[in-house]
């Protein structure tokens, strides 16, 4: 499956952006869908996932209350609305097909989407 994520860009701290991400290819419905990011000289983070099917979310404790990740699954399309922003957000964010934890604890994915830079300015 290919993804294309778009909508980064620079916002003040508090504003608000969202971020898209469709998928092309071959048909996921049944896998779950989510968001990372990576920070200069940091290690790429977890964010949120979606269940495709069901819908169930789950967030970082990082973003919970301040990040909603949600899809409409007739365009392809996962989401991920960011309130609240602080320039500690500032990262280039990720989207990525069939996120799940290894037996070591790293994410495995199916494939990623090409990253969106999102800057918030203090």
């Known amino acids: 499956v290919q993804l294309q994520a778009s909508g980064g860009g620079l916002v003040q701290a508090g504003g608000s952006l969202t971020l898209s991400c469709t998928a092309s290819?071959?048909?996921?419905?049944?896998?779950?869908m989510g968001w990372f990011r990576q920070a200069p000289g940091k290690e790429r983070e977890f964010l949120a996932t979606i269940a495709w099917s069901s819908g169930a979310t789950y967030y970082a404790d990082s973003v919970k209350g301040r990040f909603t990740i949600y899809r409409d699954n007739a365009k392809n399309t996962v989401y991920l609305q960011m309130n609240n922003l602080k320039p500690e957000d500032t990262a280039v964010y990720y989207c990525?097909?069939?996120?799940?934890?290894?037996?070591?604890?790293?994410?495995?994915?199916?494939?990623w989407g090409q990253g969106t830079q999102v800057t918030v300015s203090s």
């Open positions: 290819g071959r048909t996921f419905s049944s896998y779950t």
């Open positions: 990525a097909a069939n996120p799940r934890r290894s037996g070591q604890g790293s994410w495995l994915v199916n494939s």
